[in-house]
Structure formats: structure tokens, C-alpha cells
């Protein structure tokens, strides 16, 4: 069968690096069922063979206007499908949309009539934003990492920076390669514009953002950024736990050790 991505090597690497996180996320038991979604901006990859290309679905509201992604596309995993089936077949399991002029509606033109993710509300408002910033940040991934969800259970974790300084102490990796730390929004109904607008206004301070006893969202230049940002606060978490375990307080590194990397690293905050 023909796909948009024939001859289309920029965008073929954008859509398979999604199906690559997508096969970490089952392997690490953070996708069960439907669990989790990804969207990639890959406006820059739309030629004029794809700025022409029909639409194969009808115009769908978006329920808000969203100013900034006039004419933009996206990758996006289908709604109700896996992340085990997005690792093995991509464009079956997720497809392009296309956002219309009005800025209110998508159309969903290729491969395949896939409907995308219920979490498309929160996807494209942060989209939307980062554009407004003139970021480079192209990607957006929500996902449900057992030990990070777990550590929301418990109401300390929830104070501002709690859950930041305690990852970070775990491994100087932790806050070399996620500088800005671990924002928190309780609990809020998934799906809903309210937890896209709170989403937001966490990401001005920080790349990765928990959502109160459901899952992470991490945004990045690309899909695998995104990724590795929740891979090493995970990696963190399961040091905690493994300690704990152990029947001990990891003592954690110390404020002028991670204050030292933050130095030498050039490191925000
Ligand atoms: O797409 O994870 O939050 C399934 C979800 C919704
Ligand atoms: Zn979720």
C-alpha cells in the first residue's frame, strides 16, 4: 500500500522514531492498553504534494480556537490504539492531520482515516504554545510510568519542587539531563481543557509536567527528548524505591553537589 512517507526520508525518520519510543513505552510497562500518546509538529516535513493532498476524513472540531497552528500538521497516535501496535505498524495506529484555516478544526489526511488521540486537546494547546514561543520544541508525549505515578500518591510529593529536588538528588544524571525538573498539577479530569491550560502554565517552568495520579507529559525538540526525560526521572524514582526497599533513606546527593553540576553544566534554576 502507498504511504505519505514513500520517498519521504525526513519524514519517514520522524514517524519511526515514534514507533521506536512508542515499543520503550510498552517494554517498560508505561502503555497499558490505550495508555499514553504522542503527537510530533512536523509542519517543517509538508511539502507542496502534502499541503495539496485531499483530506480522507470529514472536518472535526477541535472545541477551542487554537490561533497559532493555522495551517499546521501533525503525527498523531489514533485514539483507543496501542503503543504496541504503534511500534509495529505506525501509520496504521496513528495518522497526519492537518489543522484548517478557521484554526478550530482538523482533517485527517493520510494514510489511513485513524481518529487521533482523546488527549488532543492538551497535545495541541501545548503545541500552540511552544509555537507562540518560537521554540523548537516539536514534540509531545504523555505517558503513565508506574514508579513516578506511584510516588503522586503520596500528598508530599505534591508540594511545588518536592518531587524535583528529591529525583535530582538520586543521580547527577537526573538533574544534568532534566535541568528544569518535574512540574505537578492534581488531580484533574483526563481530556479536558482545564488540564490543558494547567499543563501549560507548567511547562513555563518546567519540561516535563506530572499529572496528579495519572501520568507524565514531556515536550522536546524531538520524540526521543521527550522521551529520555521521563527515562531518567523514572531511573531516579526506581533508585528511591530500590533504597526503600532496602530497608534505608537514600541519603541523596547533597544541595552543593547538584548546585556544583548545575555550574559546571550551565545548567537553569
Ligand atoms: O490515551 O492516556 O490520558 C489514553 C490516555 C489518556
Ligand atoms: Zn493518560
Known amino acids: 500500500m502507498k504511504s505519505i512517507l514513500d520517498n519521504r526520508s525526513e519524514l519517514a525518520k520522524q514517524v519511526n522514531d515514534v514507533a521506536e519510543v512508542a515499543g520503550y513505552l510498552w517494554q517498560k510497562g508505561w502503555a497499558e492498553r490505550n495508555g499514553g500518546n504522542i503527537t510530533v509538529n512536523?509542519?517543517?516535513?509538508?511539502?507542496?504534494?502534502?499541503?495539496?493532498?485531499?483530506?480522507?476524513?470529514e472536518k472535526i472540531a477541535l472545541g477551542r480556537t487554537i490561533e497559532n497552528l493555522k495551517g499546521c500538521y501533525f503525527f498523531c497516535k489514533g485514539t483507543n490504539r496501542r503503543m504496541r501496535d504503534l511500534a509495529r505498524r505506525p501509520m496504521d495506529n496513528g495518522s497526519i492531520i492537518r489543522i484548517t484555516d478557521d484554526c478550530a478544526h482538523y482533517e485527517i489526511i493520510a494514510d489511513k482515516p485513524?481518529?487521533?488521540?482523546?488527549?488532543?486537546?492538551?497535545?495541541?494547546?501545548?503545541?500552540?504554545y511552544m509555537i507562540g514561543k518560537d521554540s523548537d520544541y516539536k514534540a509531545v508525549l504523555h505517558t503513565h510510568p508506574i514508579d513516578l505515578v506511584a510516588m503522586t500518591h503520596n500528598p508530599a510529593f505534591l508540594?511545588?519542587?518536592a518531587l524535583t529536588?528529591?529525583?535530582?538528588?538520586?543521580?547527577?544524571?537526573?538533574?544534568?539531563?532534566c535541568p528544569r525538573g518535574?512540574?505537578?498539577?492534581?488531580?484533574?479530569?483526563?481530556?479536558?481543557?482545564?488540564?490543558?491550560?494547567?499543563?501549560?502554565?507548567e511547562l513555563e517552568e518546567y519540561d516535563v509536567v506530572m499529572w496528579?495520579?495519572?501520568?507524565?507529559?514531556?515536550?522536546?525538540?524531538?520524540?526521543?527528548?521527550?522521551?529520555?526525560?521521563v527515562d531518567t526521572l523514572s531511573k531516579s524514582a526506581q533508585i528511591y524505591m530500590t533504597a526503600k526497599c532496602m530497608g534505608f533513606?537514600?541519603?541523596?546527593?547533597t544541595k552543593e553537589q547538584m548546585d556544583e553540576l548545575r555550574d559546571a553544566f550551565n545548567l537553569p534554576k
Open 42 to 57: 512536523i509542519t517543517a516535513f509538508a511539502d507542496e504534494e502534502i499541503k495539496k493532498l485531499p483530506a480522507i476524513s
Open 114 to 128: 485513524v481518529k487521533p488521540t482523546s488527549e488532543l486537546a492538551s497535545h495541541l494547546s501545548i503545541h500552540n
Open 159 to 161: 508540594e511545588k519542587d
Open 165 to 177: 529536588n528529591l529525583l535530582w538528588s538520586m543521580i547527577p544524571e537526573t538533574r544534568a539531563f
Open 182 to 201: 518535574l512540574g505537578i498539577i492534581p488531580y484533574k479530569m483526563p481530556s479536558t481543557f482545564e488540564l490543558a491550560d494547567s499543563t501549560i502554565k
Open 212 to 229: 496528579e495520579k495519572h501520568g507524565v507529559v514531556s515536550v522536546g525538540e524531538n520524540i526521543m527528548e521527550a522521551f529520555d526525560m
Open 249 to 253: 533513606e537514600p541519603a541523596g546527593t
